[in-house]
């Protein structure tokens, strides 16, 4: 395993919150829902080659089929409103913690912080298309290619930051279980809803605890559920703008 690049960065503690009873409720329908499975099952022995299968096929489908025509579109739009590359390209934590360039369509001004603060809503470095490229994930299509590399893949715990493993791993039990996996391009936390910044720490908990629930559950049927969620949840928040009645 490679030796995790070591950064002498810290990032501020959010103060203890007083959960509130919508709190405790979620966190106990949270559990609830966990403790339907059992978490110990040991998934079947094809699932690694099925699901690598599977890895390949949909990304070769979408890379040829979508970004072949979709990129160069992209990267036009992205190069007429900003300077700077179409890529962003950033060093994650992968597989047993071993580093890896995570591709994404650039969606913030060129700027020396991309590596160590995570966007937050209304970041001011974002772009005029990169909040459309955000809003629809069309920025991190991308990754399909990590996937066809084998360092990612479609489902998984998400890929963090550099600095964010070193952090969490020092502060979240269980943390590192997540890194037993692939990462993924969606997975169990993101269809909870756990998506973007969380500060709160109770919220971030609940992240990792949905990250590990998958490393304990993972099959292809949870793999495809998770697909078709992220879908369906995708299409929900790109038109939620032109079907909200005002």
């Known amino acids: 395993m490679k030796d995790q690049t070591t950064l002498d960065i810290t990032l501020e503690r959010t103060p203890t919150q007083v959960a509130s009873p919508s709190d405790i409720s979620s966190i106990r329908y949270m559990f609830h829902e966990m403790n339907q499975q059992n978490l ?3 998934h079947a022995t094809y699932y690694d080659s099925i699901k690598r299968l599977m890895d ?3 990304s070769l489908v979408f890379i040829i089929g979508v970004m072949s025509w979709l990129t160069p579109v992209l990267a036009l739009l992205i190069k007429l409103t900003s300077k700077g590359p179409v890529f962003f390209i950033q060093k994650r934590t992968g597989y047993l913690g071993v580093e890896f360039k995570c591709f994404k369509f650039r969606t913030m001004f060129v700027n ?8 937050s809503i209304n970041d001011n470095r974002i772009t005029a298309i990169g909040k459309f490229l955000r809003i629809t994930h069309l920025d991190e299509t991308p990754q399909f290619f990590n996937v066809i590399l084998g360092e990612m893949s479609l489902v998984g715990p998400r890929p963090h930051m550099l600095i964010h493993t070193r952090d969490y791993s020092e502060t979240i039990p269980y943390y590192n279980l997540r890194l037993e996996v692939c990462p993924g391009m969606t997975g169990m936390a993101q269809i909870k809803d756990y998506i973007g910044e969380i500060n709160v720490e109770r919220e971030l908990r609940k992240r990792i605890q949905w990250d590990v629930f998958y490393v304990k559950n993972r099959s292809l049927g949870l793999d495809i559920k998770i697909l078709f969620t992220t879908f369906w949840l995708v299409i929900q928040k790109a038109t939620k703008p032109f079907t909200t009645k005002k």
């Open 56 to 58: 390949v096929t949909v």
């Open 40 to 42: 110990e099952h040991q």
């Open 112 to 119: 020396d912080e991309a590596d160590v603060k995570q966007v």
